[in-house]
């Protein structure tokens, strides 16, 4: 591992050491540095660099993927919003950084809407709702009428504000009271899980499925609105009569501000034609992931109103992330 990291931050020194301003009619001329807020091994760093080889091989240029993990996103977005405008500098950002972070922190090193160029919407992330083997029952509305009985003293992990979150729409939904168990990660939930030190839980889908088939978790619930590929036996809580549980984490492309029109609008449609490859989304949906584009102005519009509809809930909880 040590290695292979020495590796992307030699390849990531390299890209970064270019100061050429990118002409429109010429872009890509060199390397495209893709930050990522997370380590290099997960969901969104795959995603990351399965999009980095089919973009590299439309441009003719190689895609490096820039691991900024840490801050809650905050030193990824800072660190792309420093860079030049010049299509050198993509950011994979995911929803907390350009929606949560708002209202979490008091003051943001960054501004979500002025402070960069949104390009758009590639993929979402449903969410599961996992019971233990020290949870009686095996569907949703077990747990559902269980948390009824004992208000207050079901326990829930979480790992992180935005699983919190999500965890707190299901709750508000359902009319329910949970006792909140908070983990550094969603491995930490996992292990939670199997050792029966909490009896639910709302997390990532990826690395569960081995654990429902062998019968060591419960696979109660997603919080897609449909069914998804990589569980499609379990229900989705809108399927169930929970239409407001929707909670879905999704990543989106950005830019630094002021970025050319013509470069935006070419990443954008080759964006598009990426995320329509048949094996891509075959290799997204192996990650419980739902490839999707949506362009910048519906990425605006998701930005703002996910903001507004979370403020309320991360006061209401006192969630202060500095």
């Given at each position: 591992?040590?290695?292979?990291?020495?590796?992307?931050?030699?390849?990531?020194l390299?890209?970064?050491?270019?100061?050429?301003?990118?002409?429109?009619?010429?872009?890509?001329?060199?390397?495209?540095?893709?930050?990522?807020?997370?380590?290099?091994?997960?969901t969104?760093?795959?995603?990351?660099?399965?999009?980095?080889?089919?973009?590299g091989?439309l441009w003719?240029?190689?895609?490096?993927?820039?691991?900024?993990?840490?801050?809650?996103t905050l030193?990824?977005?800072?660190?792309?919003?420093?860079?030049?405008?010049?299509?050198?500098?993509?950011?994979?950002?995911?929803?907390s950084?350009?929606?949560?972070n708002?209202?979490?922190f008091s003051k943001?090193?960054?501004?979500?809407?002025?402070?960069?160029?949104?390009?758009?919407?590639?993929?979402?992330?449903?969410?599961?709702?996992?019971?233990?083997?020290s949870?009686?029952?095996?569907?949703i509305?077990?747990?559902?009428?269980?948390?009824k009985?004992?208000?207050?003293?079901v326990?829930?992990?979480?790992?992180?504000v935005?699983?919190?979150l999500?965890?707190?729409?299901?709750?508000r939904?359902?009319?329910?009271?949970?006792?909140?168990?908070?983990?550094?990660?969603?491995a930490?939930?996992?292990?939670?899980?199997l050792?029966g030190?909490?009896?639910?839980?709302?997390?990532?889908?990826?690395?569960?499925?081995?654990?429902?088939e062998?019968g060591?978790?419960?696979?109660?619930a997603?919080?897609?609105?449909?069914?998804t590929?990589?569980?499609?036996?379990?229900r989705?809580?809108?399927?169930?009569?929970?239409?407001?549980?929707?909670?879905?984490?999704?990543?989106?492309i950005?830019?630094?501000?002021?970025?050319p029109?013509?470069?935006?609008?070419?990443?954008?449609?080759?964006?598009?034609?990426?995320?329509?490859?048949?094996?891509?989304k075959?290799?997204?949906?192996?990650?419980?992931?739902?490839a999707?584009?949506?362009?910048?102005?519906?990425?605006?519009?998701?930005?703002?109103?996910?903001?507004?509809?979370?403020?309320?809930?991360?006061?209401?909880l006192?969630?202060?992330?500095?």
């Amino acid at each position: 591992m040590k290695k292979i990291l020495k590796i992307i931050a030699l390849t990531t020194l390299a890209v970064c050491t270019h100061t050429a301003h990118a002409q429109p009619g010429q872009w890509p001329e060199r390397s495209v540095r893709l930050i990522v807020p997370f380590a290099p091994g997960g969901t969104a760093d795959a995603m990351a660099r399965h999009l980095a080889v089919k973009l590299g091989e439309l441009w003719g240029q190689s895609v490096v993927v820039d691991n900024r993990p840490g801050g809650n996103t905050l030193i990824a977005a800072s660190e792309a919003r420093r860079a030049k405008p010049d299509g050198y500098t993509l950011f994979q950002s995911i929803n907390s950084t350009l929606t949560i972070n708002q209202s979490a922190f008091s003051k943001l090193p960054y501004d979500p809407i002025n402070d960069f160029t949104h390009i758009g919407f590639i993929a979402s992330v449903p969410l599961i709702v996992v019971g233990s083997q020290s949870l009686p029952g095996e569907t949703i509305e077990d747990l559902i009428s269980l948390a009824k009985s004992q208000p207050g003293k079901v326990t829930m992990g979480v790992a992180g504000v935005g699983m919190q979150l999500a965890a707190e729409k299901f709750l508000r939904d359902t009319d329910i009271k949970v006792q909140y168990v908070n983990y550094k990660s969603g491995a930490d939930v996992m292990r939670g899980l199997l050792s029966g030190e909490i009896q639910s839980g709302i997390d990532g889908i990826p690395a569960y499925p081995p654990f429902f088939e062998n019968g060591k978790l419960k696979a109660l619930a997603t919080t897609s609105p449909t069914r998804t590929a990589a569980l499609p036996k379990v229900r989705s809580l809108t399927e169930v009569g929970y239409t407001n549980s929707e909670a879905p984490v999704w990543h989106a492309i950005v830019a630094p501000s002021g970025l050319p029109d013509a470069i935006k609008d070419k990443v954008a449609a080759d964006l598009q034609t990426v995320l329509a490859m048949p094996d891509l989304k075959k290799q997204t949906a192996e990650l419980g992931l739902i490839a999707e584009w949506k362009d910048a102005a519906a990425l605006l519009e998701l930005i703002n109103a996910e903001a507004q509809e979370l403020a309320p809930m991360v006061k209401d909880l006192d969630i202060k992330l500095d």
